[in-house]
């Protein structure tokens, strides 16, 4: 199983920018997939996460209403808008075999493949 995130860039304040993941391998498998980032210096922190009928998705607080989440065949998208400069970080995205609770989608420590992170860096 692999995992490749991808359209991470450099964006000024207010912009938008969509990040791709692709998954290959084994992805039936797959259960739940979900976002991930962190910034310099901070903790991982949960962005997003869809299950893999696309029909439950869930956000961080931080993101709620500017970020929206959906998948396509292997590949999910996260659509970010009206950038902000504490949106910097690295994103991972993620994915799970197996069922999985509603809180748990939020904990890095329940996914089981991860990709190797795109950087996004919002400039003020």
């Known amino acids: 199983v692999q995992l490749q995130a991808s359209g991470g860039g450099l964006v000024q304040a207010g912009d938008s920018l969509r990040l791709s993941c692709a998954a290959s391998?084994?992805?039936?498998?797959?259960?739940?997939m979900g976002w991930f980032r962190q910034a310099p210096g901070k903790e991982r922190e949960f962005v997003a996460h869809?299950?893999?009928?696309?029909?439950i998705t869930s956000y961080g607080d931080s993101v709620k209403g500017r970020f929206t989440v959906y998948n396509a065949k292997d590949t999910v998208y996260l659509e970010m808008n009206s950038l902000k400069p504490e949106d910097t970080a690295v994103y991972y995205c993620?994915?799970?075999?197996?069922?999985?609770?509603?809180?748990?989608?939020?904990?890095?420590?329940?996914?089981?493949?991860w990709g190797q992170g795109t950087e996004v860096t919002v400039s003020s």
């Open positions: 993620a994915a799970r075999t197996g069922g999985i609770s509603v809180s748990a989608v939020k904990m890095g420590s329940s996914y089981n493949y």
């Open positions: 391998g084994r992805t039936f498998s797959f259960a739940v």
């Open positions: 869809i299950s893999r009928s696309g029909d």
